[in-house]
């Protein structure tokens, strides 16, 4: 008697799949399938129907644990207004607005471009007594120069390893130190020696998303705070680190959240350093909002670290998507110091007609960046 191909591709499958963790799977040097939870241990023989394959450990399915859960209400009504502040140069007036009981420590801005004088990364520190907790907050880009900076340095200049953790890309590191020894980390330390038992939020948007990122792993690295005191929350974090140190701050940080709006094309890119040859990932856990971010509106908590997964699968980017986070204009609510009237500063269209010259360079960005991704 002959067995039928199915019938001994069946057995072997029996035979082969077990229900190994993804963990394991990847360790035996197989690769884990989400469609059905199975290893495929023989991944060169096996004709694999599987779509949605994991084959770094990264990306093995999980989620924040139940007391780090993500919450909506506290991201859209307490951290946007802490993260809005930084668009002007008084934030303490955003928190008026907004946060009544918290209180900017000290704002500060640096020299950030080694191409031009004008260039400044900004962020402040604050503290609310009620909450007890001490905010840092880091502003995004603006500004023709500073996107061209962060192109031109960014996209050429590759990474640096980073306090023994990963590699991270070079700008972001050095705008994190021109901004962390411009007085911003000496606030800090203040702010934790006076209060040692308050929690730390870690927040900012865009490229201060990145100097965060960066500045929460400087944080727990040395040691100033236990990453299990802190809530990283990022909105629209362009991609800045390694394996390596995606992992780490995977491992070590159970409460780091990083938001994505829809189809925003900040947080996809960059995707590889092509100076040092090195694949970027973010750490867990992205946010996805495919929609609006209106009140109400659903999100996923991605069970993988990063691409090919959840806001990696779509592939039309947007620059408007990137401006609006929770259903605001982020650049209108902030420049104006955050009025309590939320309706008045929800996304039009006319925005984008309005930063067209933001656009064009927003652009710009896009579509080298996806030069270099391509080539
Ligand atoms: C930045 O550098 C310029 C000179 O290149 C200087 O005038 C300016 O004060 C510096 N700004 C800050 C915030 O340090
Ligand atoms: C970027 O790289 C170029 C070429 O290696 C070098 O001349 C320049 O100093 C670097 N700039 C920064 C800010 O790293
Ligand atoms: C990166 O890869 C390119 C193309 O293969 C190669 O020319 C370059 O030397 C590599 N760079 C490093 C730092 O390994
Ligand atoms: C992306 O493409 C989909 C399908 O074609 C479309 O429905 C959606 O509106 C597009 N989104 C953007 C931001 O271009």
């Not at 303490?92 to 004088?117: H, I, T």
């Not at 360079?361 to 960046?369: A, E, P, S, T």
């Amino acid at each position: 008697m002959t067995a039928s191909p199915a019938a001994y591709l069946l057995l072997h499958l029996f035979l082969r799949l077990t229900a190994k963790t993804c963990w394991q799977c990847l360790q035996d040097g197989g690769q884990f399938c989400l469609d059905n939870n199975q290893c495929i241990v023989d991944v060169l023989t096996i004709e694999t129907k599987c779509n949605r394959i994991v084959d770094l450990p990264i990306n093995c399915p999980s989620v924040p644990a139940l007391q780090y859960a993500y919450d909506d209400d506290f991201v859209r009504n307490t951290v946007l207004p802490v993260i809005a502040a930084t668009g002007t140069d008084n934030p303490q007036k955003c928190l008026d607005n907004q946060l009544p009981s918290m209180k900017v420590y000290k704002r500060r801005e640096a020299n950030c471009s080694s191409l031009f004088s004008d260039v400044t990364c900004s962020g402040y520190t604050g503290i609310d007594f009620d909450r007890k907790v001490i905010v840092l907050s880091v502003r995004g880009s603006h500004g023709d120069h500073q996107y061209y900076d962060l192109w031109k340095i960014g996209n050429f200049n590759g990474t640096v390893p980073f306090l023994n953790i990963g590699r991270v890309t070079k700008k972001f590191n050095d705008n994190f130190e021109s901004l962390w020894y411009s007085g911003l980390g000496e606030d800090l330390q203040n702010l934790i020696d006076a209060y040692p038992d308050y929690q730390l939020w870690i927040t900012g948007y865009s490229m201060g998303a990145s100097i965060a990122l960066l500045t929460s792993a400087f944080i727990a690295q040395t040691g100033m705070s236990s990453p299990y005191n802190m809530k990283v929350i990022l909105f629209g974090c362009p991609r800045c680190t390694d394996y390596d140190f995606a992992m780490w701050h995977s491992t070590n940080f159970p409460y780091s959240y990083h938001i994505i709006h829809a189809h925003d094309y900040a947080p996809r890119l960059p995707f590889f350093d092509n100076i040092d040859n090195t694949t970027l990932y973010h750490p867990r856990s992205e946010v996805w909002y495919n929609n609006d971010m209106r009140e109400g509106d659903s999100f996923v908590i991605c069970e993988q670290a990063d691409q090919p997964f959840c806001s990696s699968q779509v592939q039309n980017l947007s620059n408007a998507d990137h401006a609006h986070y929770f259903n605001m204009d982020l650049y209108r609510w902030s420049a104006d110091g955050c009025p309590k009237n939320k309706e008045d500063y929800r996304p039009i269209a006319e925005s984008a007609v309005k930063n067209g010259k933001t656009f064009s360079y927003d652009l710009l960005i896009v579509i080298l960046g996806a030069v270099i991704i391509f080539l």
